[in-house]
């Protein structure tokens, strides 16, 4: 059996063409820091730098206003690259451009504005509620635990409950690590050396085909499960409408599964990733941990919070946007260049993968004095001095995420309810290191513990 054929699964994302490969090999250097390899790059090449790697050209983008000139001035001319990850998102709105991508977006929207934070907070809290439930039973045990297994399955239940009404019917633990290995790109790169090499590997096709099945049957699952209350507005609701609607033939029942399988990922992980970033950053930041917990106190005493008291949680919402701008979950947006262009005078090719390093501008002094401190305080007030398109957590244009502001709302709760009630404590090296394949992300986790505040 070829490599090729005995690979079917994990092709995609590792293969020496894909850009997810390529990445890695450009951020080789500090193993704990792969942005590190980028940065020096930046630094030393300027803000537009063409890598050709075998028969393709990485273009890789470092200034703000060449960002915008991608994601909102010539947006029409870069499209989403999904190679190897269309497994993990089906044909969702995520992977689509141009008419379609806006018939599949234009009926959900509704789901995601501001005027129904309210309805969805309710619910946000019965999951965090639970969380802390298991979180004080952690405490009483002392057990160590790894914090983005906690905050990954907290954000899923989160959305199961807000967007779909619906209990989480799978175990959120051993989905998301089976899809999680299939995502992880160095793991691919490693299969592969292993198997010219002829060793043993841990990952095969077979374990991959079996995530990818595994995934498959969640959002069946989902529709599947019994609804908690019957809501009428539900993001689950305005899918199964359009479904129903025949002036949309694209949006057919396999489209409802994909859009379920995309927020089941793309709303959960990167969510999940910032709760927890935001963990250890305040575990290592005991005042500004102690600020949070005084503005809650504050703010909503002991009642639930609501949307009015999300609006006044601006220290726990800066300590939120600050995590993002350290460790933003998606650290570079990519597009394939569809038309002949120029940027910053050098010559782009249809064809070429253009990398917008959201990371790097995050971390620039020029737009962000002393980027490694972390200061939530730059957050409140007047944010007017920022550079625009310097801090994109959110990607930008047409295209940026659709559930951001949600997710803010999820976070700022989520974290000032937990830091109320408890003292996490990080166990793990300092700093931590990350890899940064699609997301970026600790490497070997964050371990934790939680002591109950009396
Ligand atoms: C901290 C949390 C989040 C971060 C950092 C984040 C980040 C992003 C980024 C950077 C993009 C744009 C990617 C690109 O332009 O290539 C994006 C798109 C998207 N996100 Fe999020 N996201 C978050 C939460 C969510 C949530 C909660 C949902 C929904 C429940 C969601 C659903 C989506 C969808 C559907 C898209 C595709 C939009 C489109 O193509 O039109 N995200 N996200």
Redesign the pocket.
């Known amino acids: 059996m070829t490599i090729q054929q005995n690979l079917g699964h994990t092709q995609g994302l590792g293969e020496t063409n894909s850009i997810w490969f390529k990445l890695t090999l450009l951020s080789k250097g500090n193993p704990d820091n792969p942005m590190q390899t980028l940065q020096m790059m930046a630094d030393r090449y300027g803000p537009v730098i063409t890598v050709n790697m075998a028969d393709q050209r990485v273009v890789f983008l470092t200034e703000p206003e060449h960002f915008k000139h991608v994601?909102v001035s010539k947006a029409d001319d870069y499209i989403?690259y999904f190679d190897g990850l269309k497994p993990v998102f089906g044909k969702?709105?995520?992977t689509?451009d141009g008419a379609l991508?806006q018939k599949i977006?234009m009926p959900q929207q509704p789901a995601?504005h501001p005027d129904m934070f309210a309805e969805y907070i309710p619910y946000f809290l019965q999951a965090i509620h639970t969380k802390m439930g298991l979180w004080s039973k952690l405490a009483e045990t002392g057990e160590e635990f790894e914090m983005v297994e906690q905050t990954w399955t907290l954000?899923a239940d989160m959305?199961c409950k807000a967007?779909f009404d619906r209990d989480m019917p799978f175990n959120p633990h051993v989905v998301f690590k089976c899809v999680k290995t299939y995502t992880d790109v160095m793991e691919h790169k490693a299969i592969r050396m292993r198997v010219l090499h002829g060793d043993d590997i841990k990952m095969t096709d077979e374990n991959a085909a079996k995530a990818m099945e595994l995934w498959a049957n969640v959002p069946p699952a989902v529709f599947a499960q019994n609804p908690n209350e019957e809501r009428e507005r539900t993001l689950l609701k305005m899918i199964e409408a359009v479904v129903a609607d025949p002036s949309v033939p694209e949006f057919d029942q396999q489209q409802a599964i994909d859009e379920l399988k995309?927020?089941l990922w793309?709303?959960?992980e990167?969510?999940a990733?910032?709760l927890a970033w935001a963990l250890y950053l305040t575990s290592k930041n005991p005042d500004a941990a102690n600020r949070i917990r005084k503005e809650g106190e504050t703010v909503y005493g002991d009642r639930e919070p609501t949307a009015a008291d999300y609006s006044a949680l601006a220290y726990t919402r800066a300590v939120i946007q600050e995590t993002?701008r350290i460790y933003?979950?998606?650290w570079g947006?990519?597009?394939v260049a569809t038309k002949p262009d120029i940027i910053g005078g050098k010559e782009i090719k249809p064809g070429d993968r253009v990398v917008i390093f959201?990371y790097g501008a995050h971390h620039n002094p020029r737009f962000w004095p002393e980027p490694e401190e972390f200061r939530p305080e730059r957050w409140m007030g007047s944010t007017k001095g920022q550079v625009k398109y310097s801090y994109?957590?959110?990607?930008?244009?047409?295209?940026?995420?659709?559930?951001?502001a949600?997710?803010?709302v999820?976070?700022t709760l989520a974290l000032s309810m937990l830091l109320r009630r408890f003292r996490p404590e990080y166990l793990g090296k300092e700093p931590p290191g990350f890899s940064g394949t699609v997301t970026l992300t600790p490497k070997g986790g964050l371990k934790f513990r939680v002591c109950e505040l009396s």
């Open positions: 994601l989403k969702s709105m995520i689509h991508w977006r995601f954000a959305i967007l995309q927020y793309a709303g959960t990167t969510t990733l910032t993002m933003p979950p998606i947006l990519i597009r959201a994109l957590p959110f990607g930008g244009g047409k295209r940026s995420c659709i559930g951001g949600m997710s803010q999820e976070n």
